[in-house]
């Protein structure tokens, strides 16, 4: 993990009346201030250290959110909303102390419309049941992190989550409809709509979807949904190295196909998967995973043609999987890599950069390169169709950190100059806020602080995040 400067936190004397006022205005059953049980709202799934909050909030209410709120303002103590802390970029980790907000106990699916294909829910929903839910009705919400059985809808909407469906679907904030939020200040906005049109007013629905909980929290959202394909199939293209791979994905978007998913997993990740019992070709130092969906003549059409695509960008074999249980444990599996790589060494770092599609070879080789000379692990897999790579740098001795900090800053500087964009779906958080300005312009950086003082002139919420450190907390 790298090193981190604590943040300032709350007096003593603060969190003693903190803990007495919510106490008194959500009630004993809500509050945790018990050390241990607060550590299980301590760290996220990133390299950032956990820290220990002063108390726990577990709403189960937008009154309760409110009632947090207040108590906070009063007593100038920071809130850090929190929904299945499923992150990667340390959204959720209290970095200043203070009142972790959870929302996980906010759960509830108020409405599925089939006629008007939306659905009404609460943020502690945990997307997997949202999406089963959902499917039952025959309909569909496309966006699918690889967390979706633990992440809450909460934490996707903050993060405007995406995952492999994003190159056909988008991502989640192409979802949300409206949203129900309490702010710092304490005021409740219903912003969006119900409706599939409405451009009345600005955009806040957008601002907030993606704002990583650091302008209100969600309450409720109003999501669309889509009618649910018929059919599915997944086909693997195996490469001898990742210039065949690379061409492969050229040569299938320049052909105008749209699969709903183009995975690119390289050497290191497939030895990985071959260690979890996925049989794949020891030849192979790539490989593609390419999904198509829709009716059965448009799959097939898609299959002959993705297939071709593949053949003539040089796959040692193109394969389908055979069956509905085939496919679920490929992904089942793709799912899991980013926990099969943290059990391969001490320490782990996962980065999900973006640059246009045209460049994902040239940055491939570019990781490699960057690994070999400041001497660290590379492996790497992503969502090639969106040019969204996800870099992993493992080590074990604990000396290698200025090393591994040496590699990041490479890393995102070439990213940068190939024109791409520091994150394409797990936010900047507080793992990537001091490189913000490395993509950003001081002019852009201070408007949205700005923004973030309209909607929190405290600097209460989620201090920390997004922005480097300076000044005031995370305004």
């Not at 419309?113 to 569909?140: C, K, N, T």
Request: charge should be negative; include cysteine; aromatic fraction near 4%.
């Amino acid at each position: 993990m790298l090193p981190r400067e604590p943040w300032p936190r709350p007096s003593a004397a603060a969190v003693d009346a903190v803990r007495r006022a919510l106490g008194r205005a959500v009630g004993p059953s809500k509050l945790v201030t018990d050390p241990d049980a607060m550590g299980a709202y301590a760290g996220d799934e990133s390299d950032q250290e956990p820290v220990l909050p002063d108390a726990v909030v577990l709403a189960a209410s937008a009154d309760d959110v409110a009632a947090t709120f207040a108590v906070a303002s009063e007593h100038g103590v920071p809130v850090t909303p929190r929904a299945a802390g499923s992150g990667k970029s340390g959204g959720c980790v209290p970095v200043a102390g203070g009142i972790v907000l959870a929302t996980l106990g906010m759960r509830a699916l108020k409405d599925i419309d089939r006629r008007e294909h939306l659905a009404v829910v609460e943020p502690g929903i945990i997307l997997a049941d949202l999406q089963y839910a959902v499917e039952s009705e025959g309909l569909f919400f496309p966006p699918d992190p690889n967390s979706r059985a633990a992440a809450a809808l909460g934490g996707n909407i903050a993060e405007n989550a995406a995952g492999p469906r994003a190159f056909k679907y988008g991502a989640t904030r192409d979802y949300v409809l409206g949203l129900d939020v309490v702010t710092p200040t304490g005021a409740r906005l219903r912003t969006g709509r119900r409706t599939k049109k409405g451009v009345t007013g600005y955009d806040v629905t957008s601002l907030l979807v993606g704002s990583e909980g650091t302008l209100a929290v969600t309450v409720e959202a109003t999501l669309r949904l889509v009618p649910k394909p018929e059919h599915v199939y997944t086909v693997l293209g195996l490469f001898a190295d990742g210039s065949g791979s690379a061409r492969a994905v050229a040569e299938i978007v320049a052909a105008g196909l749209v699969p709903r998913c183009l995975e690119l997993v390289d050497e290191a990740c497939l030895g990985a998967m071959r260690q979890e019992g996925v049989g794949v070709d020891e030849r192979a130092g790539a490989m593609l995973i390419v999904e198509v969906d829709g009716d059965e003549p448009a799959c097939e059409r898609a299959l002959e043609a993705v297939g071709a695509r593949l053949d003539e960008a040089g796959a040692l074999d193109v394969l389908v999987a055979q069956d509905g249980a085939q496919r679920e444990r490929l992904w089942r599996v793709r799912s899991d890599l980013s926990h099969t790589l943290r059990k391969m060494a001490r320490f782990k770092i996962a980065e999900d950069v973006v640059v246009p599609r045209t460049r994902m070879s040239e940055l491939v080789v570019e990781v490699g390169r960057i690994g070999q000379a400041r001497g660290v692990r590379t492996m790497s897999y992503g969502h090639a169709g969106d040019g969204n790579l996800h870099v992993n740098f493992l080590w074990d001795d604990p000396a290698a950190v200025p090393r591994v900090e040496a590699a990041l800053r490479d890393l995102f500087t070439r990213v940068l100059a190939m024109g791409g964009t520091l994150t394409g779906e797990h936010g900047i958080g507080s793992s990537k806020a001091e490189f913000l300005p490395l993509e950003q312009s001081p002019e852009l950086i201070r408007l949205q602080r700005d923004l973030k003082r309209v909607f929190d002139p405290q600097g209460i919420l989620n201090p920390g995040k997004i922005f480097p450190r300076t000044g005031h907390g995370s305004c």
